[in-house]
């Protein structure tokens, strides 16, 4: 397993932008896919967008188009970028590293608020 470790959450006014991280504490090409979730308020956790070994992504329906995954394998940190953020996507995000025959590991999650 790895050790995951988010960052960059915080209080934000609708509309507006940020950018979160994911540091990994091993090499994260071991991994088939890195992945954001979310959980909201009274809500189940959901998968919002995914970033696989040969660099390919796929989004939520929700945040497609506004959200942006992207991964420096230098630094095993893997990043989802937050653009024009409502009230709905207010949320606890978490990263996930997954591989085959491996145990998914989650991080400890960052706190998004889009308030005004």
């Known amino acids: 397993q790895v050790q995951l470790v988010e960052s960059g959450g915080g209080v934000v006014q609708p509309a507006g932008s940020l950018r979160l991280s994911c540091a990994a504490s091993?090499?994260?090409?071991?991994?088939?896919?890195m992945s954001w979730y979310r959980q909201g308020p009274g809500k189940e956790r959901e998968l919002l967008a995914v970033?696989?070994?040969?660099?390919?992504?796929n989004y939520e329906d929700s945040v497609k188009g506004r959200f942006t995954i992207s991964r420096d394998n230098a630094k095993n940190t893997v990043y989802l970028q937050m653009n024009s953020l409502k009230p709905e996507d207010t949320a606890i995000y978490y990263c996930?590293?997954?591989?085959?025959?491996?145990?998914?590991?989650w991080g400890q999650g960052t706190q998004v608020t889009v308030s005004s």
């Open positions: 970033i696989v070994s040969s660099g390919m992504t």
């Open positions: 996930q590293a997954a591989g085959y025959g491996l145990i998914p590991s």
């Open positions: 091993g090499d994260i090409l071991r991994f088939d896919a």
